[in-house]
């Protein structure tokens, strides 16, 4: 058999769609009121009297493929960004605290939604945003633990451990919300961030670490649906008697299950849905279980949970009128789009390379990879749009093509040559000086 022929893509289309995309950045960020978002965050307390916010985040995000971020570099941009020169030591007065939520903020607005919305779902339709939330962590050196506070271990020994939050609209193509906290504050803890950002009529996909019947109850009653994959050991109750459920009892004598069920102290009134796996996938799950608890020094899995195990279970308050139980499970694995950006991230976009000299710097490095990440995200949409339909964009491919354009993706979102730029960067960076006695 022959494999089919795919049609050959426009890369010049391609090129020019990326290009434009990139120097209209720069108009986006006059246009949003930049200023404005930097006195909400008490970023900026008084008038610019050098450096315009705009001109502040252009210079950010032209620098943010680097792989190794400076004060002396950052600041350098941002004056080329201005037309104007600015010192490291300006750069670092200006690096308060405040300056995570006003690029957390920078980023939810200058990346919402595309102009025009992938195709989504059929599934999708009936929402009006489908939230992702996921996170990630990467450890950090040890003088930054009371900052951002990891695990510890058995012999008192403190680390230090960045964790990420991020919540995405998968329908639209956009970022809703980003904090930064150390690894102590678990999903669990982040679990409440959904519901300040969350509207009637929204979907949230979210993980089994987020995980809490009195987050589920609060948007059933603010009448926003979710999916969820159903924690071990949270009690489950018949709507009609109010008596416990065995989950255990009612698997064994059926070969799946669908109905109405009331979950945890709260008694939220949600679908159970559960679905055999294959016999393979349960020992796997198992075994990893098994391991695990060993490795941490916990009790192993007791008969119930390793039972359970051969189930798909999930919770959720779309009525199978909407969603039948295949359908379900399809929408659940979307979640996948968030892991493969957090893998695109770390593996090609610099999130491992960050600057971990002082707290100000960190923020700075991690927040500015992050808008360097999420234009990847919407350049990767933006170009899915050009694609014949049989063809896709890999996300992990064009993140690690545009980390290796660095100079192309900084002179264009600043809108001089790559010439331009690398006479720039030669001058500063090429030359040492020789001191003779």
């Not at 570099?73 to 201005?82: E, K, N, S, T």
């Not at 995200?377 to 491919?397: F, G, I, M, T």
């Amino acid at each position: 058999m022959s494999t089919p022929h795919l049609s050959a893509p426009d890369t010049s289309g391609f090129f020019a769609a990326l290009e434009q995309h990139l120097r209209t950045c720069r108009s986006k960020l006059h246009d949003l009121g930049v200023d404005a978002i930097a006195r909400a965050s008490r970023f900026l307390e008084r008038s610019p009297r050098k450096i315009p916010m705009p001109d502040f985040v252009t210079g950010l995000l032209a620098v943010a493929p680097e792989i190794h971020l400076t004060l002396e570099l950052v600041a350098r941009v941002i004056g080329l960004a201005a037309h104007t020169t600015y010192t490291k030591q300006s750069l670092s007065e200006r690096l308060s605290p405040n300056v995570e939520v006003f690029l957390a903020q920078v980023i939810t607005a200058l990346f919402g939604q595309l102009a025009h919305s992938l195709p989504c779902s059929q599934a999708f339709k009936p929402f009006t945003r489908v939230l992702v939330q996921d996170s990630t962590s990467k450890t950090l050196p040890k003088h930054l633990a009371e900052l951002f506070p990891g695990a510890g271990n058995q012999h008192g020994q403190d680390y230090a451990t960045l964790k990420i939050q991020w919540i995405s609209d998968l329908k639209n193509s956009a970022v809703e919300h980003v904090s930064l906290s150390g690894f102590t504050r678990n999903d669990q803890a982040a679990a409440p961030d959904i519901l300040a950002v969350a509207r009637p009529g929204d979907l949230v996909l979210r993980d089994l670490g987020y995980f809490t019947s009195a987050v589920l109850a609060q948007l059933v009653k603010a009448f926003i649906s979710f999916l969820s994959r159903y924690r071990h050991g949270v009690n489950l109750y018949d709507p009609k008697t109010g008596k416990p459920l065995n989950l255990r009892t009612l698997l064994k004598h059926s070969g799946s299950l669908d109905q109405e069920v009331l979950l945890g102290p709260e008694r939220v009134a949600v679908r159970l849905v559960a679905l055999p796996v294959p016999e393979e996938v349960a020992n796997l799950r198992r075994h990893k279980a098994k391991t695990s608890a060993q490795q941490r020094h916990r009790s192993p899995p007791g008969p119930e949970h390793l039972f359970l195990m051969g189930w798909n279970l999930f919770v959720t308050n779309v009525s199978a009128a909407v969603w039948p139980p295949k359908t379900l499970v399809a929408v659940y694995r979307l979640r996948w789009r968030i892991e493969i950006i957090f893998k695109t991230w770390k593996s090609h976009l610099g999130l491992h390379q960050l600057n971990c000299r002082t707290p100000a710097l960190l923020q700075l490095s991690v927040l500015t990879k992050l808008l360097f990440c999420a234009l990847v995200c919407q350049l990767a949409d933006l170009l899915e749009l050009n694609c014949a339909p049989e063809q896709h964009v890999s996300l992990l491919r064009l993140g690690h093509i545009l980390g290796q354009c660095a100079c192309w993706f900084s002179a264009t979102v600043l809108g001089i040559s790559v010439k331009r730029w690398l006479e720039l960067y030669l001058t500063d960076h090429v030359f040492y000086l020789t001191f003779w006695r």
